[in-house]
Structure formats: C-alpha cells, structure tokens
C-alpha cells in the first residue's frame, strides 16, 4: 500500500468516535495540507534542479521538431499535387484520343461509334473537373503550409538567436556569482575552506595558551618536572643574576687587554671575593732580615 492511504487509515482510526461519526470531518483538511506541502517541496526541488539553458535547449529541439513536421506536411500536400497533375495530364489524353476517334466513327459513318466516344469522354471530362477541384485545393493547402513553415522557420531562427542570447548571459551572470561567492567567502567551498582556517587557528591559538601555562606552572614550582631539567624560581633569579655579573666582569677583562694593561683579578677569576686576598699574608711565609 501507498503512504498516502496508510496514513488515512491511521489518521481514521485515531479519530474519535464523534468525528467519525459525521459531525465533522477535518481529514479532507489534512489531506489538503499533506498535498499542498508535497507540491510545494517537489517545487522547490524541481526549481533547485532546473537549469534555464537546458530549458531553451529542450524548448529550441521542440520547435525543430514541429518545424520538420511541418516540412513534411508540406512535401506530402506537394507529392499528392503532383500525383493528381499526373492523373489530369493522363484523363486530359484519354479525353483527346476519344475526341479524335469519335471524329473518326463520325467520318466513316459510325455514328454509334461516334457517340460511344464522346459519352465516355464526358465520363473523363467529369473526373478531369474532379481532379482539377482537388487540384486546387491541395495547391491552396501546399501554399498555406509553405506560408506556415516560413513563418516558424523565422521564428525558430529568432528563438535560437534569443536562447544563445539568454544562455550566454546567464553563464556570464553564473560565473560572475562564482567569483563574487569565492572573493566574499559565502560559496558553499570556501565557506568550508573559512571554517577549516578558522578551526585551525583556533587549535593553534588554545595550543599555544596551553604551552605558555604549562611554561608558567613549571616555572613557578606548581608543576614538577619529572626529567629534572626545571629549575625553581629563586635559583632562575640566581642564574640570571650571575649570568649579568660574568658578562660585566668579561668586559672589563677585554677592555683592559685592549689597554695594554693587566686584567682585573675579579675578571680573570670570576666569583672569587675579597675573603681570599685578605688570607694571602697569612700562607705567605716571612723571613727576618740579618
């Protein structure tokens, strides 16, 4: 069973009793509205999938073909034409020989002969008047149809210069969409392309914000850092402490080679302090004078 019947029979059974019974009847309501919303989506389907040049396409090819039916008809009227002017032309012969023979009967004293003959050429003469009727008519009907096929064919030319027209315009006006959709960003592939470019650099953006707080944590002690390469803060502070000093004591150390002059014994022995020259008269030995 089809879907529409098999939902009206649903439809029916959970209709209450007094519905049913004939006091009101909304299934033709809802059936109206089933069929109102098919058409309306088989319409926009149909819209979606219709392409105007494949339209005046189909529409060019009709005509083409009413224009060829046309020119046969043309050509059948004129084989018919032709056929009876043979016919003429044969009945008009037959009708001289008989008049020729009863001239003849007549000579010769036959006069039943005579009248044998032109009764039979005024039978032919009626089916010459016959054909010649007809004759007329099919060349009227052959110049009525000659007359229509030069009509469509200008037609049919003037349509195949509009369709190439419209076709031409609606591919310029199609491409023309295309780049504005792709320069804008709104086609349906370089809105995938947007959205794949901003989904990276959001990944991007929360990596980075992941790294930098991870630095941080480690940085102040609230993570461990299990290869043991981390150091605290207070023993980065010294680091970058003394890293200051030895740089400042290598400069003074190669400003005074450039003088000329001894480096500094700070420079030369970084780190060391005053503790130690002052312990130097102590380990020095001292010798009397005699």
Do not use: C
């Amino acid at each position: 069973m089809e879907a529409g019947p098999v939902l009206w029979v649903l439809l029916q059974w959970l209709e209450p009793e007094s519905v049913r019974r004939g006091r009101a009847k909304p299934m033709s309501g809802v059936m109206k509205r089933m069929g109102m919303i098919f058409r309306a989506k088989a319409n926009k389907a149909l819209d979606r999938a219709e392409d105007p040049r494949e339209t005046l396409d189909y529409s060019y090819q009709k005509q083409l073909e009413l224009l060829q039916k046309v020119r046969r008809g043309v050509a059948d009227v004129a084989t018919s034409r032709k056929r009876l002017e043979l016919q003429l032309n044969q009945l008009q012969s037959q009708s001289s020989k008989l008049e020729d023979q009863g001239r003849k009967a007549l000579a010769l004293g036959r006069e039943d002969l005579a009248r044998e003959a032109l009764s039979r050429r005024a039978a032919l003469q009626q089916q010459v008047t016959d054909l010649e009727t007809q004759h007329q008519t099919l060349q009227g009907e052959e110049e009525k149809l000659t007359l229509a096929a030069q009509r469509l064919q200008a037609k049919v030319d003037a349509f195949r210069t509009k369709k190439e027209t419209i076709k031409a315009t609606y591919t310029a006006a199609q491409a023309q969409t295309r780049i504005g959709e792709a320069f804008s960003g709104i086609s349906e592939e370089m809105g995938d392309v947007g959205l794949a470019i901003q989904r990276a650099e959001d990944k991007t953006a929360q990596m980075q914000a992941r790294a930098g707080a991870i630095d941080e944590l480690l940085a102040s002690g609230a993570l461990d850092d299990p290869s043991g390469m981390a150091k605290d803060d207070i023993q980065a502070e010294l680091d970058r402490l003394s890293g200051g000093t030895d740089v400042e004591l290598e400069l003074q150390r190669m400003k005074a080679e450039l003088a000329g002059g001894s480096a500094p014994q700070q420079a030369i022995e970084p780190g060391q302090d005053q503790t130690r020259s002052q312990q130097q008269p102590q380990d020095t030995p001292r010798f009397d004078k005699q």
